[in-house]
């Protein structure tokens, strides 16, 4: 009853506000300044959120599973494999535990009170007896507002779905200022649901929060629409730099972060044994064995059964992850419901490729299977077998990426003979990648260079130099 009185007191509180209606900068006019204010000042979105989705600090939850034991809506992967991600799930919340955990098997998950009446009973007498229960976590993607109302009132403690979880897990692991408004969209959505469906508001009300919504998503999305501009700015600095680009992609937890660490050394990097550590696209440069220098983008880790418009918002993190010249796919070995994940995956990259491009990425996704050291039997023979910890299998991965990279980019790696110190060494060492340099063996005037250099440079080179003689 708690949260249904608290919103009773919101709404008489509210039909006090006066909403003010600001106009909104230009998407080049928006400052930093401008963001923070978005991202903490929005006073009487504040409120709202604080009565919606009040965040508590801690929670020993009931972890249930509802599942369906046959027919269409049956899943590829397990009721426990579910319930071990669900409790992943809260375990990354600081401190919030997990109490117990049960698998309820349902005959479909229509049924507006989900559970039937029997079950209903059996649960709430479980909770009453387990004083240290404070909240359910119902493992389901987006529960209805009805739904969660019904449960309420028979088990008495707050209720959570997935949607809530994982929203609360992304506004503490949030650290930029584009994560941040990512999140403070998927949240706006849950929220505007929430309060749509919530009947103690009039419909005067309404029509105020309808607007106080809109005016939230216009400022979020124009804030986003400018990180974005400044990304694809980046993006195209990097281009003209002609480094290749290889995305770091993978189910959350996987082990993207710890990879690019060992790959490219960099101490700032921090691999967590958390789900969703990473919420920032960010980029790292390494060394290919031929000396080539690619950047690794580290990208936001994959989760099933999330509603559209959580998807919606990572999925715009993902753009960089699509445009790379390779796409690096690591996938947990260890992990129960490896090919699940593994199809999630794939199948999510496929289709932002065909909106973000229209092209078949296929092509350049690379797969490798991790964590190698915690098994011992052999899943998918096609996988490179690596440790990402341990360092084992690193060379042979730099090997195999170069290799692509070579052929997704098109750049050649050869011997071109030239004047010992001339121009065309002064013009390869400007345009390509001079791996090494051997004195000629017939002609101690002239050098063998081997270089990577990319089909137009090498067409420009020919012109510039061959052409000539
Ligand atoms: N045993 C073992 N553990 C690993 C290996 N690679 C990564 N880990 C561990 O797996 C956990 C997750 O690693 P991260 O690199 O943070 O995973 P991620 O894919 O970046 O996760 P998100 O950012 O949440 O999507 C950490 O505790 C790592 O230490 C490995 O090869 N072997
Ligand atoms: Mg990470």
Excluded at 135 to 157: C, G
Excluded at 280 to 299: N, R
Excluded at 322 to 336: C, E, G, K, N, Y
Aim: proline content about 3%.
């Amino acid at each position: 009853m708690f949260m249904i009185r608290n919103v009773h007191i919101l709404a008489k509180k509210f039909s006090r506000i006066r909403f003010i209606s600001t106009s909104l900068p230009r998407t080049e006019e928006i400052s930093e300044k401008y963001i923070d204010e978005i991202l903490t000042s929005d006073i009487e979105y504040n409120q709202l959120t604080n009565e919606f989705i009040p965040l508590s600090k801690s929670h020993k939850c009931l972890v249930l599973q509802p599942f369906v034991k046959w027919g269409p809506r049956k899943l590829t992967i397990t009721p426990s494999e579910q319930l071990e991600e669900a409790v992943a799930l809260i375990k990354t919340l600081p401190s919030w535990n997990v109490a117990d955990t049960i698998a309820v098997p349902l005959e479909s998950l229509d049924r507006k009170t989900l559970f039937k009446s029997g079950t209903m009973e059996r649960l709430k007498n479980m909770i009453q007896k387990s004083p240290d229960i404070t909240a359910v976590f119902v493992n389901t993607s987006n529960m209805k507002r009805v739904t969660s109302d019904i449960l309420h009132e028979n088990f008495r403690i707050p209720i959570l779905d997935r949607y809530r979880v994982v929203i609360q897990i992304l506004k503490i692991h949030a650290t930029t200022k584009h994560a941040k408004l990512q999140v403070a969209l998927a949240e706006l959505y849950f929220i505007r649901r929430k309060a749509e469906t919530d009947r103690v508001f009039a419909t005067a009300d309404k029509e105020k929060l309808k607007l106080i919504f809109q005016s939230r998503e216009q400022k979020l999305k124009k804030a986003i629409q400018r990180l974005r501009d400044e990304r694809k700015l980046l993006r195209s600095n990097r281009r003209k730099l002609d480094y290749p680009t290889v995305a770091v992609v993978g189910y959350t937890n996987a082990g993207k972060t710890c990879l690019i660490k060992a790959l490219t050394g960099e101490k700032s990097l921090q691999p967590r044994n958390q789900l969703f550590a990473t919420l920032d696209v960010t980029v790292h440069s390494g060394v290919l064995p031929s000396g080539l220098k690619v950047l690794y983008v580290d990208t936001v880790g994959f989760l099933t059964d999330l509603p559209t418009n959580l998807l919606e918002c990572f999925n715009a993190t993902l753009e960089d992850a699509v445009l790379a010249d390779v796409i690096l796919h690591i996938q947990d070995l260890a992990s129960t419901c490896f090919e699940y994940k593994r199809d999630h995956v794939v199948k999510t990259l496929l289709d932002l490729g065909s909106e973000t491009d229209d092209v078949d990425i296929t092509d350049k996704i690379f797969n490798v299977g991790n964590k190698c050291d915690l098994i011992n039997d052999i899943k998918d023979d096609k996988l490179l077998r690596i440790s990402a910890k341990l360092n084992i299998g690193l060379n042979e991965l730099r090997e195999e990426l170069e290799k692509l990279i070579l052929k997704t980019t098109s750049r050649h790696l050869m011997t071109i003979k030239v004047e010992n110190g001339g121009h065309e060494i002064r013009w390869l060492y400007k345009n390509a990648t001079v791996v090494s340099e051997h004195a000629d063996e017939n002609n101690s005037q002239r050098i063998n260079a081997k270089v990577i250099i990319t089909d137009s440079n090498l067409q420009k080179f020919k012109h510039a130099f061959l052409k000539r003689k």
